[in-house]
């Protein structure tokens, strides 16, 4: 893996940029994959090839994944890493222990800072849109957090256009920091919320756009091509196993097979390298249990995507 083959984007109209491909830790550091040097020689590696985005959550097996991940992301110079996590899922049972309420906010950011060891963070999540809270309050305790230095940016994920534009209106007549990134769903088997909504508002709004599950959650590698082995996330996570278990959803990475093959790469590099060449995409967050994976996504680095090829996955995947 060779860093001076990594790419970097700005987060849409501001100065800060980002590794084309980022690492996350959905269900992985700190959950299912335990073993501390396995998890340091994987982030390890990632930096060392170039990526400086880091993506995290307190939700992510309750704080281990923060704790996790930052203690190997201490061991690099703070200033050349891009380190995100996020706010609103449940913590606990307690009744404000949820949610983007100015308690939970300000709350769950010390916390988050505790786990992970560091004293700010680049990019912190309003990780869904919570209806019960007024909007106006959540914007407010990001700003705050912003003027406190404790955040650089924050963002919004999985939230929709409508929303995206009511939180920049609202920013814009209170004179508060707006959110600069999204981070949407977005892979070949997931594509009409992000290019018919979440992507032209982004554009208009100026905002980064950091995908994630660009494999959808591993399908898209065609490890389920003979079946769901023991382990995997479809075996583990049964709403996955109920969207992507499907004979309609499997034969068509099948059929991807044939178009890697002619491009030289595997499903794994050309669904990724596929994702970054979309103009309005920062950074596609991927995730590794083992070194081999690691090494396989940065390959999609090298792989180019032709006007042909987008046709024919276009035509594959049309009605995703």
């Known amino acids: 893996m060779n860093a001076s083959k990594m790419l970097y984007r700005p987060l849409g109209r501001c100065g800060t940029k980002v590794s084309l491909f980022s690492l996350g830790g959905w269900t992985t550091y700190g959950e299912s994959v335990a073993d501390k040097q396995t998890i340091r020689d994987i982030i390890r590696s990632a930096f060392e090839a170039g990526v400086n985005y880091f993506d995290i959550s307190d939700v992510y097996n309750k704080g281990e994944t923060e704790k996790a991940m930052g203690e190997v992301l201490r061991e690099f110079p703070r200033h050349e890493l891009v380190i995100a996590s ?89 004179n508060l920091y707006a959110p600069q990134v999204e981070q949407p769903r977005y892979s070949l088997l997931a594509r009409k919320p992000f290019e018919s909504d979440v992507a032209p508002a982004a554009a208009s709004l100026g905002m980064g756009l950091v995908t994630f599950s660009p494999l959808a959650y591993g399908v898209l590698t065609g490890k389920y091509d003979g079946g769901i082995p023991s382990g995997a996330r479809l075996d583990r996570i049964e709403w996955l196993r109920g969207r992507y278990n499907t004979d309609a959803c499997l034969q068509k990475v099948r059929d991807m097979k044939r178009i890697a093959r002619d491009v030289g790469c595997t499903r794994s590099q050309l669904a990724l390298a596929w994702i970054a060449s979309h103009p ?41």
């Open 86 to 174: 996020k706010v609103f899922f449940p913590m606990s049972d307690d009744v404000n222990d949820r949610g983007l309420s100015r308690k939970h906010i300000m709350e769950s950011i010390d916390k988050s800072l505790q786990r992970i060891g560091v004293d700010y963070l680049d990019l912190y999540f309003c990780h869904r849109w919570d209806d019960k809270t007024p909007l106006e309050e959540t914007a407010r305790a990001m700003d705050d957090l912003v003027h406190r230095g404790k955040i650089f940016y924050w963002g919004t994920s999985d939230w929709n256009g409508r929303q995206l534009q009511d939180v920049h209106a609202l920013c814009r007549e209170r």
């Open 280 to 320: 309005g995409v920062s950074s596609v967050i991927t995730g590794a249990t083992r070194l081999e994976q690691l090494r396989e996504n940065l390959g999609a680095l090298t792989v180019q995507i032709s006007d042909d090829v987008k046709r024919q996955l276009d035509v594959l995947f049309a009605n995703a």
